[in-house]
C-alpha cells in the first residue's frame, strides 16, 4: 500500500463504496450520523488514488462513515488517498470488517474466497486475518 496524500476534504458525491466489500450491508448509520452532525469525523475514509469507471472515489475503509456522513448532511469528508492492488483492497476490507462483531460468517466466508481468488492461500488469509487455517 502507498499512501500518497494526507487529510484531504473530498465531497461526499464524489466517492462510492468499493463493490467487492465484503461488508454488504453498513446497517443502521442513524447514530453514528448524529454523532457526526455533533462531532464531526474523528477518522479519515480511505479511499483509492485512481478514480473508478465513472471518475469517482472509491472507499476502501469508511463505508459506514461515508454513509452516515450523507445522512448527516455534509458536502466532503476528510480522506486519506492510497494505492492499491487489487489484492491488497480486498484484504484490507477484509480485515477492517473482520474487528466488527456484527460482520455476518456468510460476509467473511465471502471475502475469504475473493482472497483465494486472488491468488492468496490458506496460510496467507490466516497470517493476515488472525482465523487458522
Do not use: W
Not at 455476518?104 to 490458506?122: N, S
Amino acid at each position: 500500500m502507498t499512501i500518497t496524500k494526507r487529510n484531504i476534504m473530498v465531497p461526499v458525491d464524489q466517492i462510492e463504496p468499493h463493490p467487492d466489500n465484503p461488508r454488504k450491508d453498513v446497517g443502521d448509520v442513524t447514530e453514528l450520523a448524529e454523532s457526526i452532525k455533533k462531532n464531526g469525523i474523528f477518522q479519515n475514509l480511505t479511499i483509492l488514488r485512481t478514480p473508478n469507471e465513472n471518475g469517482k472515489s472509491t472507499v476502501i475503509i469508511g463505508h459506514r462513515r461515508l454513509a452516515a456522513a450523507k445522512l448527516a448532511g455534509l458536502k466532503e469528508v476528510p480522506c486519506m488517498v492510497v494505492e492499491m492492488d487489487k489484492k491488497e483492497q480486498i484484504a484490507t476490507m477484509l480485515l477492517e470488517n473482520m474487528q466488527r462483531a456484527d460482520l455476518t460468517i456468510y460476509e467473511q466466508a465471502q471475502g475469504f474466497q475473493m482472497m483465494l481468488d486472488l491468488g492468496e492461500t490458506k496460510s496467507e488469509i490466516a497470517e493476515k486475518t488472525g482465523f487458522s487455517e
